[in-house]
């Protein structure tokens, strides 16, 4: 009675009108009958392709939805341990759609454990010291966009990295308990995540790290990510987490870890997956899978996450300029910024990291001279004293490793 009562009321859209919203829209318009005539739907301003990944913020940049890769826009990575919800996304299968916490089993097997052994979450959380770290975890093909001739694979820009805080025990604790054999070398990860084809006896992923990376105290099996379960799409329930290494060691959705008496050799530990020339190449250059070497720890980095690019300082304004810098197993000795094109360089103040393979605050103040167009440019030097180049390193087939300096552009007025 109410529903007739309000269609006397209004007049609604006509058919034709709806029909040319609906090819405007490219889409069904589900309930475009009760559009009132005088209303015009709002439409998709965006362009009609910003999906949603389950968990995760509407402000990740997505760069391939099948399977999911989205990255960070640099200026919201400024916090020191970056919210879950802004965590980066990098799936190379589909993620277990069903997760029953309560029957997730970690099993550690392999031709150099003494015996395979099964824990249950529950026994993991109960039987070993929990530890908590804020772990830098980098995409190794994070700055991929810059290559030249272009390497295929999603093309990242910067924001292919997050540094949160991780809980969970020390691998090595697992592995003590398990019991190693003298000719354990290495560990090989696989997870509950399934294949894009669909087949599901196929492994999306299986990479792994020399027993000695494994060992480390900062190696964990976390089951939260700041202080909270692990996103979907980061690994919940349950994740190996490897800090300063290209983040593909690091499994998610974990099930198993295999301890290897020989360098692993799951999907996309082999050919070009995750590797570099072992000698430098131009660009383009076809190189054998036998002049590859896998990469290890990732090189030094920085990014500028204050101000945004394009951002407007007015004349004579001094303004914070900040960001964070890492460098893989080893610690950021300095930072600098330059505002006159790599000319002269301001030291900044640096602060340690929260624990190792942490990433490092790092802010200075800066005024510009006079108005108009600067770029500032931000430049990380480990504790061996490598230096970010200011362009490419070196080209590699598969893009990898770009830790060129992060340049921004603003504008004083
Ligand atoms: N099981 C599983 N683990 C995985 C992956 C995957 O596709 N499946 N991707 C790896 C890669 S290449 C990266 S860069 C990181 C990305 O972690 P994130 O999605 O939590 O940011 O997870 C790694 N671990
Ligand atoms: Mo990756």
Redesign the pocket.
Known sequence: MENEKNSSRRSFISKSALALFTAAIGSKIVFGENLPADLEPVGLESGGDTKLIPGKSGKLKILNDK?WNAETPVHLLDPEVTPANL???????I?PVEVDVNNWTLEISGESVKQTKKYSLKELMQKFKHYSYNLT?????NGRSEFNPPAKGNQWGLG?V?CTKWTGVRLKDILNDVGLKDDAVYIG?????THLSGDQSKV????GVPIGKAMEDETLIAWAMNDQPI?V???YPL??VIGGW?????????TKIAVRNKIHDGP?MEGHS?RIPKYPVPPGTKVPDEGMKIIESMPVKSIITYPKKGAVVSKGQTFEVRGHAWAGDLAVKEMHVSIDFGVTWTKCELMPPKNRLAWQRWKTNLQLPEIGYYEIWARATDEKGKAQPMVLPGWNPKGYLNNASHRIGIIQR
Do not use: H, Q, T
């Open positions: 399977p965590m980066f996304v990098r799936n190379n299968g993620p975890l980098e995409c190794g093909g292919g997050a990860y696989y997870g509950a995540d999306v992923i299986s990479r996103p799409m980061n690994g994740r190996l290209p983040a593909s060691v690091s499994g998610k959705w974990l996309k995750y």
